[in-house]
């Protein structure tokens, strides 16, 4: 039995590159790096001055996140093996300066390109601009690069969801990227836009299509380089590197967990019997890993090799909810609209219905006292942006594909058990609930920034309005047969103010709610 890992050895005294560090799955990759390779030699990220930061500002921001605190307890010099490179994706050459670049193509030789615009529905001319064109800029740069072993790109298993069976292979696109990026160029937004849906067909939105056109352009003009291509399903938060439940981003899954957790989503257009294929951000991450020693050290083969890095056993949309449901009311955020709620249903009237009755209704009436006691109202504005954002994922909660995954097993059998437990990527083993309940504590620690040690507060506030809920459901139902049931116009005025009284007692409630959720 081996007693070291291949690929930590392979690993050691290399030089890295990456794009895309400071997102959600690059900032998981540096760690990983570092925390797993510690005589890894270099580490060079590409950064983009922002919002007045400098470079190095946005790298000390980056390493003080709580994602490094394991790591640098271990190694408190970690920093030093980190070099920004500062450019920007969009500029000529990536923006790089000519030393900088003299660095790079003399002493690299890993890349990973995941660098890219993740809104599913950006203008098609923007979204070629950030994810098809970097790509070539990448390959020119590569090309120059003396000592490459590997490129691994990161992409997207959806890129081919206008299919249900997808193979690790790259399919050839109706239009050459190339052709795309030449008319980026000169062609105005607005002509993009008026073709964009005849130029992505089945395909739901600018993100995928682009990735797509991403991967082919790796087939075309970066074919005489080690290139691996890694097509990730759905990211959600670590499964337990470096901690379980680590997410920094609103995307996806999260951004749901916030929307009903504080109980502005309640209902989705989706069929909770799909497959909901959400991997850990950190079983991504050691995929990667593990595809850039194979590709390097191990497989001769001049082609570009793809792997679908997804789930082996998904749960579904329905299983995850009633988790997410089960653990957010275990695990409440602080001052909820109303109790958290999230339902899946297939059919658009009823999806209708209930966003019109547990969404829009609620938020107006919210909306109405906040304009009498002089405040902006915002609740319908809110609830409006939120089920736009979940809106553009109804296709994939809708949907359930079958991804090959033929690479993955082989470089699965390629490894060794320190390895395997090290870079390892099975999900088969996977405990949902779990890992639901440790999303629900990540969401609400480094999302929303809630203090853990107030959970027994929020729990008593979840259990104050689902006594008040309980009381009021039975008092209306108790009214109503009461009401059907008596044809005394005495006892019917009387029931009509007994029902005024409830209602002045559930907008009181909602009034309550809506004072914390201001404070707050």
Same mark, same amino acid.
């Given at each position: 039995?081996?007693?070291?890992?291949?690929?930590?050895?392979?690993?050691?005294?290399?030089?890295?590159?990456?794009?895309?560090?400071?997102?959600?799955?690059?900032?998981?990759?540096?760690?990983?790096?570092?925390?797993?390779?510690?005589?890894?030699?270099?580490?060079?990220?590409?950064?983009?001055?922002?919002?007045?930061?400098?470079?190095?500002?946005?790298?000390?921001?980056?390493?003080?996140?709580?994602?490094?605190?394991?790591?640098?307890?271990?190694?408190?010099?970690?920093?030093?093996?980190?070099?920004?490179?500062? %450019?920007?994706?969009?500029?000529?050459?990536?923006?790089?300066?000519?030393?900088?670049?003299?660095?790079?193509?003399?002493?690299?030789?890993?890349?990973?390109?995941?660098?890219?615009?993740?809104?599913?529905?950006?203008?098609?001319?923007?979204?070629?601009?950030?994810?098809?064109?970097?790509?070539?800029?990448?390959?020119?740069?590569?090309?120059?690069?003396?000592?490459?072993?590997?490129?691994?790109?990161?992409?997207?298993?959806?890129?081919?969801?206008? #299919?249900?069976?997808?193979?690790?292979?790259?399919?050839?696109?109706?239009?050459?990227?190339?052709?795309?990026?030449?008319?980026?160029?000169?062609?105005?937004?607005?002509?993009?836009?008026?073709?964009?849906?005849?130029?992505?067909?089945?395909?739901?939105?600018?993100?995928?299509?682009?990735?797509?056109?991403?991967?082919?352009?790796?087939?075309?003009?970066?074919?005489?380089?080690?290139?691996?291509?890694?097509?990730?399903?759905?990211?959600?938060?670590?499964?337990?590197?470096?901690?379980?439940?680590?997410?920094?981003?609103?995307?996806?899954?999260? %951004?749901?967990?916030?929307?009903?957790?504080?109980?502005?989503? #309640?209902?989705?257009? %989706?069929?909770?019997?799909?497959?909901?294929?959400?991997?850990?951000?950190?079983?991504?991450?050691?995929?990667?890993?593990?595809?850039?020693?194979?590709?390097?050290?191990?497989?001769?083969?001049?082609?570009?090799?793809?792997?679908?890095?997804?789930?082996?056993?998904?749960?579904?949309? %329905?299983?995850?909810?009633?988790?997410?449901?089960?653990?957010?009311?275990?695990?409440?955020?602080?001052?909820?609209?109303?109790?958290?709620?999230?339902?899946?249903?297939?059919?658009?009237?009823?999806?209708?219905?209930? #966003?019109?009755?547990?969404?829009?209704?609620?938020?107006?009436?919210?909306?109405?006292?906040?304009?009498?006691?002089?405040?902006?109202?915002?609740?319908?504005?809110?609830?409006?942006?939120?089920?736009?954002?979940?809106?553009?994922?109804?296709?994939?909660?809708?949907?359930?594909?079958? @991804?090959?995954?033929?690479?993955?097993?082989?470089?699965?059998?390629?490894?060794?058990?320190?390895?395997?437990?090290?870079?390892?990527?099975?999900?088969?083993?996977?405990?949902?609930?779990?890992?639901?309940?440790?999303?629900?504590?990540?969401?609400?620690?480094?999302?929303?920034?809630?203090?853990?040690?107030?959970?027994?507060?929020?729990?008593?506030?979840?259990?104050?309005?689902?006594?008040?809920?309980?009381?009021?459901?039975?008092?209306?139902?108790?009214?109503?047969?009461? @009401?059907?049931?008596?044809?005394?116009?005495?006892? #019917?005025?009387?029931?009509?103010?007994?029902?005024?009284?409830?209602?002045?007692?559930?907008?009181?409630?909602?009034?309550?709610?809506?004072?914390?959720?201001?404070?707050?």
């Amino acid at each position: 039995m081996n007693k070291i890992s291949a690929i930590t050895e392979f690993l050691n005294g290399k030089s890295i590159f990456i794009t895309g560090a400071t997102g959600f799955i690059g900032k998981q990759l540096v760690e990983k790096l570092i925390s797993s390779c510690p005589n890894i030699e270099k580490i060079y990220i590409l950064v983009r001055p922002k919002r007045g930061y400098t470079v190095v500002d946005r790298v000390k921001q980056l390493l003080s996140s709580p994602l490094f605190d394991s790591v640098r307890k271990i190694n408190p010099n970690f920093e030093n093996k980190i070099i920004p490179i500062e %450019g920007d994706i969009l500029d000529p050459n990536f923006g790089i300066n000519f030393d900088d670049e003299h660095l790079l193509t003399e002493n690299c030789h890993i890349v990973f390109h995941s660098a890219a615009t993740i809104k599913f529905n950006e203008p098609l001319r923007l979204a070629i601009q950030m994810n098809v064109t970097p790509t070539r800029k990448l390959i020119l740069l590569c090309h120059k690069m003396k000592k490459l072993q590997a490129l691994i790109h990161v992409s997207t298993a959806y890129a081919n969801c206008d #299919r249900s069976d997808i193979s690790e292979i790259i399919y050839t696109p109706l239009i050459q990227p190339k052709k795309l990026i030449d008319a980026a160029e000169w062609m105005n937004d607005s002509v993009f836009d008026v073709l964009t849906n005849k130029i992505i067909k089945d395909r739901p939105n600018t993100y995928t299509y682009t990735k797509s056109l991403a991967e082919y352009l790796l087939l075309e003009e970066g074919n005489n380089l080690p290139v691996a291509i890694i097509r990730p399903s759905i990211v959600g938060a670590s499964l337990k590197e470096p901690f379980p439940g680590w997410i920094d981003n609103y995307n996806g899954l999260s %951004g749901m967990y916030v929307s009903f957790g504080k109980g502005m989503l #309640r209902t989705m257009l %989706g069929n909770k019997y799909a497959a909901a294929d959400v991997v850990p951000v950190d079983i991504v991450v050691n995929m990667m890993i593990a595809v850039a020693w194979y590709t390097a050290a191990i497989n001769q083969s001049k082609n570009i090799a793809v792997y679908h890095c997804s789930l082996d056993k998904c749960p579904s949309w %329905g299983q995850l909810a009633t988790y997410a449901i089960e653990h957010v009311h275990n695990n409440p955020f602080e001052n909820p609209i109303t109790i958290p709620n999230w339902v899946f249903t297939n059919n658009r009237f009823n999806f209708v219905f209930k #966003r019109i009755v547990e969404e829009l209704l609620p938020s107006c009436l919210l909306d109405i006292y906040m304009y009498l006691i002089g405040r902006k109202p915002v609740f319908v504005k809110l609830s409006n942006k939120i089920n736009k954002a979940v809106r553009i994922v109804d296709f994939f909660s809708m949907h359930q594909w079958n @991804f090959s995954k033929d690479n993955s097993l082989i470089l699965k059998n390629e490894m060794n058990i320190i390895d395997l437990e090290l870079f390892g990527f099975e999900t088969k083993n996977i405990n949902w609930s779990d890992y639901m309940k440790n999303y629900c504590i990540g969401v609400k620690k480094y999302l929303l920034r809630e203090d853990l040690n107030q959970m027994g507060r929020c729990q008593k506030h979840i259990q104050k309005l689902k006594h008040i809920r309980t009381a009021i459901t039975f008092t209306i139902v108790a009214l109503v047969l009461k @009401f059907f049931s008596s044809r005394s116009s005495k006892v #019917r005025s009387i029931l009509r103010l007994l029902l005024r009284f409830i209602l002045n007692v559930c907008l009181s409630i909602q009034r309550y709610a809506v004072s914390k959720y201001l404070l707050n």
